[in-house]
T-cell receptor, first 113, second 111 residues
């Protein structure tokens, strides 16, 4: 039972354009969501997070949107840069219970110069 | 650099053997988490320790065990290794529930 789903295994965008990565979840208990970036042979790097009491959080070029009614979140990267090319993981947790992160399977983003 | 360190970076061993993976959390973080990333399963939570005590367990096999020491470093012990245990093993730490910071991982290859 996959509680966090990233339905697009890959995404390719041009440098300077917007990258939109999507994530869906099924467990309505989740109240904290995170995005991680992962390069090959490295550990996941924390990018940005959002609490379920918000619908948007912004940090520089990265913005995460949360639509609780649709159980959907998205990560926007504007403008995209070649160095953003990596695998992006969506993760979710609920702070009132186990603190484990439940991960999606990732989306490989390629930003073309 | 997340501040979480893991050793060794690579480990190659044979089926039936036992290995120990080590993790040092970020300074001040009391919680340590272990995750396994295999090719087809993504990142799966194994176990969490908080200040030396086991706090949560995921889909961790009985052949696997972990502990957290008084200096807060943690070790993941994998025994009776099988080919299917080949994976990346990540350790993460956090100061409070929410954001976890990951180490660079240990790549385990079982031959």
């Amino acid at each position: 039972d996959q509680q966090v789903k990233q339905n697009s295994p890959s995404l390719s965008v041009q440098e300077g354009r917007i990258s939109i990565l999507n994530c869906d979840y099924t467990n309505s208990m989740f109240d904290y969501f995170l995005w991680y970036k992962k390069y090959p042979a490295e550990g996941p790097t924390f990018l940005i997070s959002i609490s379920s009491i918000k619908d948007k959080n912004e940090d520089g070029r990265f913005t995460v949107f949360l639509n609780k009614s649709a159980k959907h979140l998205s990560l926007h990267i504007v403008p995209s840069q070649p160095g953003d090319s990596a695998v992006y993981f969506c993760a979710a947790t609920y702070q009132g219970g186990s603190e484990k992160l439940v991960f999606g399977k990732g989306t490989k983003l390629t930003v073309n110069p | 650099d997340s501040g979480v360190t893991q050793t060794p970076k690579h480990l190659i061993t044979a089926t039936g053997q036992r290995v120990t993976l080590r993790c040092s959390p970020r300074s001040g973080d009391l919680s340590v988490y272990w995750y396994q990333q295999s090719l087809d399963q993504g990142l799966q939570f194994l176990i969490q320790y908080y200040n030396g005590e086991e706090r949560a367990k995921g889909n961790i096999l009985e052949r696997f065990s972990a502990q957290q020491f008084p200096d807060l470093h943690s070790e993941l012990n994998l025994s009776s290794l099988e080919l299917g245990d080949s994976a990346l093993y990540f350790c993460a730490s956090s100061a409070s529930p929410g954001t976890q910071y990951f180490g660079p991982g240990t790549r385990l290859t079982v031959l």
